[in-house]
């Protein structure tokens, strides 16, 4: 009890599990045999109590009627009581877990600065030889950002998923995957070790594949599913080849025993660069992948068909930032390799400016946000790239806030026009659903960068570390600018032809419009509060601010950059350290130019969209082939399609046809055949004939007889 | 006083006639006469064999192979009568439906 609260740092991600356990109770025993009768399908017979009961014994065989209309009145009155019991638990224990984290790191930040990492070891896990990975829990600066950010974010979208999927019949099954999730990544982003993380992290894989699929009946969401668990594999190769990496290296794989060594492994020449660059870059590839990044992106924009609170949870908020948190959690490896921190800039800047472009030309409302998240991680991975993790992590938060809003704020909208995605039939929902359009609002001068939202501090950070620090360069803040008019512009284009202008829905649609249930709004509303005021924490010195945030997260990566001093130039180059060698003046100018920069992308977005509306046509009409590219993803997913997956079937076709046909089948077929002709011809010997076998009895004597005598006479 | 030599050859004689009774002969009944006689043919080597060395156990031997021969008789006979019933015939090379 010495720690106080911080002892019971393992309810944080225990939690979510118990809700996992009883919501999968609730799911298989009251909800499974629901589902299956209202299809009109047998329970299987491992349940065979219930079984009976189900099918002789029901209210659908007595009253014929009541089948028909307990299956379409589901959601509509007389919810079923397991149902309100679910939509209690699930996000109850999310929210318990989110108050238990809230007091574990108020504790925490009670203590100094430099004793401010906490590791409860609950268990050893994997014991062998030297090896040792305990299943261990740390919170320290960075895990307890994470882990408030993905239990509070997570609190709130539970909450709006509570109202989103009120008319879902598998309500329970999803409320489990999101519980699961939740575990998966408080496990992620909390534990002691890489190997834990990865436990976490093939865990989000795992419940995003099941939640995209959710609606697994659809081709093309199962199709997704597994689009997304396939790319995610080639990712996790990496960071398993990392991981192996490391323990190579360091012969262990706990965070504080990894960055422990690293200055007096790489001083005794054991961790060369060459090593650390092959560790990093490694790792840097499970990043591209869980975090959507060139060249693993493809999987995100397909991630869309899954239900919109997961998209907002898992493929905005949480999980895909896991790649960002991975780089930040190893900074200390990653200030050591200046090449990968090279190539990870370079990534994130071209995913940035890359999927902004192709968000300019979606039509479809989650896809445009989908294409947004690839970007914005981008700038996450740029922050990391130029070594400001501080800004990395700052913009995973807010980006956490203001994302989570705009898809849920984008659920909501779809939710009142009872499903419809494409933004072509939408228009004038403001009046409709005033709170979704002001929150969205909020959202959307957030992600575009307005002064004194919560993206304007993280964006504008990222912007000049990636100008002003040791590994940054003008290109990238020019690149990284750019990607911010673009990201302002397909964003207000997003709010123009969602709420402004003539309504262009379906009149069946329209008469259904309405605004959704306080479960949804709520949410929606305590998120643009966080929008706003989010980055406030960060507010940088030249405005006046302190940046709490640069220095909570201090001891995360300070000594790190004090470890590497001594080998790689300007390694500590963070906020302090560069503006001794810029001026205040070179960056408030920078940043009114890049908040220009914006404002002409919000500009543009209204002159085309709100004033000369029929100027986009106009312009695909005269570019056709740029239209065509753009809008068609620059055919990616069809060079994927070509280079990769076509060559990776006909490889598989031939390795079949050669292998398992030709040889392993040739090798047991032939050995069949082989013994086969081997008794044809044997057999013959047994004719049936007593003499003759008499005859071979009567040989094999004599054969024998004579061998005997033949050995004793020649000793 | 006759050599030992003797007995073993009187002994591989009857041997060898019953071998060939049982490899050449068709009649079954004769097959089972070759049979006890290759029997014992190998009764006189050991009657022989046990006199030489003065040992009773050559003796006692003939006395257990006698026996198992009767029993071996009584059951081939009973055997043979049987098949007799079902086949109407005592030909070997008539009853080979027990092959491939």
Known sequence: MVNGILDYLWLVPALPLVGVVVNGLLALFAERPLLLKEAGLPLPGGSHGSSTHGTSVSPSHADPTSHGHGGGSHGHHGTPMYRKLVALIAPGVIGASFVVALLCVLSLAARPAEGRTFVQILFPWIQAGSFLAPVGFQLDPLSSVMALVVTGVGFLIHVYSVGYMSHERAFARYFVYLNLFMFAMLTLVMANNYLLMFVGWEGVGLCSYLLIGFWYEKQSAADAGKKAFVVNRIGDFGFLLAMFLIFWTFGTVSYTEVFAKVPALSNSGVLTTGLATAITLLMFVGATGKSAQIPLYVWLPDAMEGPTPVSALIHAATMVTAGVYMVARSSGLFLLAPDTMMVVAVVGAATAIFSATIGICQTDIKRVLAYSTVSQLGYMFLACGVGAFTAGIFHLMTHAFFKALLFLGSGSVIHALSGEQDMQRMGGLRKYIPITFFTMFIATLAIAGIPGLSGFFSKDEILWQSFSSGHGSPVFWAVAAAAAGITAFYMFRLVFLTFFGESRMDPEVARHVHESPWTMTLPLSILAVLSVIGGWIGIPAVLGGSNHFEHWLAPVFHPAAAATAHGVAAAGAHGAAAGAHHSAVLEIGLMALSVGIALCGIGLAYFLYRVRTGKPEEIARNWPTLYRAVYNKYYIDEFYEWAVVRRIVNGSVWLWEMFDALLVDGIVNGVADLVRAAGDRVRRLQGGVVGGYAFSLLAGAVLLVGYILYRSMIQ | ?100
Do not use: C, H
Not at chain 2, 14 to 24: E, K, Q, R, Y
């Open chain 2, 1 to 100: 006083m006759i050599q030992p030599s003797a007995y073993l050859l009187l002994s591989a004689i009857l041997f060898g006639i019953g071998v060939v009774g049982v490899v050449a002969r068709k009649n079954v009944l004769i097959i089972l006469m070759s049979v006890e006689l290759m029997l014992n043919g190998v009764n006189v080597a050991f009657v022989a064999a046990g006199s030489y060395l003065g040992d009773a156990t050559g003796g006692i031997f003939a006395f257990m192979v006698m026996t198992v021969a009767a029993a071996e008789a009584a059951v081939g006979l009973a055997l043979l009568i049987a098949l007799y019933r079902l086949k109407e015939t005592i030909d070997i090379t008539e009853l080979r439906i027990l092959k491939w």
